[in-house]
């Protein structure tokens, strides 16, 4: 009897984290808190290196704005992002039907090192540093 209770009041709980649409700072800042080691990826492509911001910007709604810089600049280089689609069963997907890439390009291997910043709607931010070696995919 005792795991019918345990599994009927952690349904209960749960139920309104289901229910969310992960459009508010409150909603996305764990998850991109939990998920910041791979906020971004590089990958070099056709002679090119590929900035991906994929993983941040599944979780754009609630996200205000994202700026980068590479090599040790500022972060102050703005991301460009699709619109959060409001009122629809997933306000996060990424449609890519309006020109915008989730990646920027740039030079075969001038990029060493990025840093991100993200302003959530509420204000705040977060920042995170990463270095080439790290975030390298195939």
Same mark, same amino acid.
């Given at each position: 009897m005792?795991? #019918? #209770? /345990?599994v009927c009041a952690f349904l209960a709980q749960a139920s =309104?984290? #289901?229910?969310?649409? /992960?459009?508010? @700072?409150?909603?996305?800042?764990?998850? #991109?808190?939990?998920? &910041? =080691?791979?906020?971004? @990826?590089v990958r070099a492509y056709e002679g090119q290196d590929l900035l991906y911001f994929t993983n941040l910007l599944a979780w754009r709604c609630g996200i205000e704005a994202v700026t980068f810089g590479t090599n040790g600049a500022a972060p102050d280089? =703005?991301?460009?992002m699709e619109p959060c689609h409001d009122g629809e069963a997933q306000p996060n997907a990424l449609k890519m039907d309006q020109g915008v890439l989730? *990646?920027?390009p740039f030079d075969l291997v001038l990029i060493q090192s990025v840093t991100v910043r993200v302003t959530f709607d509420d204000g705040s931010t977060e920042t995170?540093? *990463?270095?080439? &070696?790290?975030?390298?995919?195939?």
């Amino acid at each position: 009897m005792r795991p #019918l #209770l /345990f599994v009927c009041a952690f349904l209960a709980q749960a139920s =309104p984290v #289901l229910a969310q649409d /992960f459009t508010t @700072a409150a909603e996305v800042k764990p998850i #991109l808190t939990a998920i &910041k =080691p791979s906020w971004i @990826a590089v990958r070099a492509y056709e002679g090119q290196d590929l900035l991906y911001f994929t993983n941040l910007l599944a979780w754009r709604c609630g996200i205000e704005a994202v700026t980068f810089g590479t090599n040790g600049a500022a972060p102050d280089m =703005p991301l460009t992002m699709e619109p959060c689609h409001d009122g629809e069963a997933q306000p996060n997907a990424l449609k890519m039907d309006q020109g915008v890439l989730p *990646y920027v390009p740039f030079d075969l291997v001038l990029i060493q090192s990025v840093t991100v910043r993200v302003t959530f709607d509420d204000g705040s931010t977060e920042t995170g540093d *990463y270095q080439r &070696k790290d975030v390298m995919t195939p």
